[in-house]
Nanobody, 122 residues
Framework: VQLQASGGGLVQAGGSLRLSCAAS????????IGWFRQAPGKEREFVAA????????YYADPVRGRFTISRDNAKSTVFLQMNSLKPEDTAVYYC????????????????WGQGTQVTVSS
């Protein structure tokens, strides 16, 4: 299994970015695909998750209403649309996949992408 995250960059506060996570390999084993982020000096935190087969979405409170997670199974890709970005959203964003039906704990995820930097300037 490989997960390739992309789409990060530098944006001003209030702006938008769209992250992509392209999956390859044994994607049929996925239950949830999640996005996590890690800012310097902080622990990795859950951002959003989507059920690979559809129907369930989860968001962390700090991003609910601003971020939208979606998927394109035909392309084996999950997206994170990030609107109204704030400086506190600055972090390396990782996509991850898990097989057990658990959504928010990083330790429950089995596969990780390499991360993409998001920097929001004030």
């Amino acid at each position: 299994v490989q997960l390739q995250a992309s789409g990060g960059g530098l944006v001003q506060a209030g702006g938008s970015l769209r992250l992509s996570c392209a999956a390859s390999g044994r994607t049929f084993s996925f239950y949830y695909i999640g996005w996590f982020r890690q800012a310097p000096g902080k622990e990795r935190e859950f951002v959003a998750a989507i059920r690979w087969g559809g129907g369930s979405l989860y968001y962390a409170d700090p991003v609910r209403g601003r971020f939208t997670i979606s998927r394109d199974n035909a392309k084996s890709t999950v997206f994170l649309q990030m609107n109204s970005l704030k400086p506190e959203d600055t972090a390396v964003y990782y996509c991850a996949a898990e097989r057990s039906g658990r959504t928010t704990a990083a330790d429950d995820y089995d596969y990780w992408g390499q991360g993409t930097q998001v920097t929001v300037s004030s």
